[in-house]
Nanobody, 119 residues
Framework: QVKVVESGGGLVQPGGSLMLSCKAS????????MGWYRQGPGKARELVAL???????TYGDSVKGRFTISRGDAENTVNLQMNSLKPEDTGVYYC?????????????WGKGTLVTVSE
């Protein structure tokens, strides 16, 4: 089974920055995309940023211009640089790995890393 592990969460002040990292291991297929989703208190899980193979990254409206997704140096890794953080950015951030159609478009999720934006 694919293993997805996030890291980098923590407590930051409003206006601060944080970088999250994700590593997928035990992957036996060509990953079609990796991305980040988040779930704030009392909210539904929402798209933060998505990087699909051969396409420009996609961002949720609430983070455009502030967050940047990028591929890591190692294979099957992805980073999320978060700048100008706001209290409403608080939540658990999950890394997603999307398998190709030959693997039934399956999605694999990490356990999440908590980001808290507060004074």
């Amino acid at each position: 089974q694919v293993k997805v592990v996030e890291s980098g969460g923590g407590l930051v002040q409003p206006g601060g920055s944080l970088m999250l990292s994700c590593k997928a291991s035990d992957v036996t297929f060509s990953i079609h995309g990796m991305g980040w989703y988040r779930q704030g208190p009392g909210k539904a899980r929402e798209l933060v940023a998505l990087m699909a193979n051969g396409a420009l990254p996609t961002y949720g409206d609430s983070v455009k211009g502030r967050f940047t997704i990028s591929r890591g140096d190692a294979e099957n890794t992805v980073n999320l640089q978060m700048n100008s953080l706001k209290p409403e950015d608080t939540g658990v951030y999950y890394c997603n790995v999307h398998a190709p159609p030959t693997w039934a478009d399956m999605n694999y999720w990490g356990k999440g890393t908590l980001v808290t934006v507060s004074e």
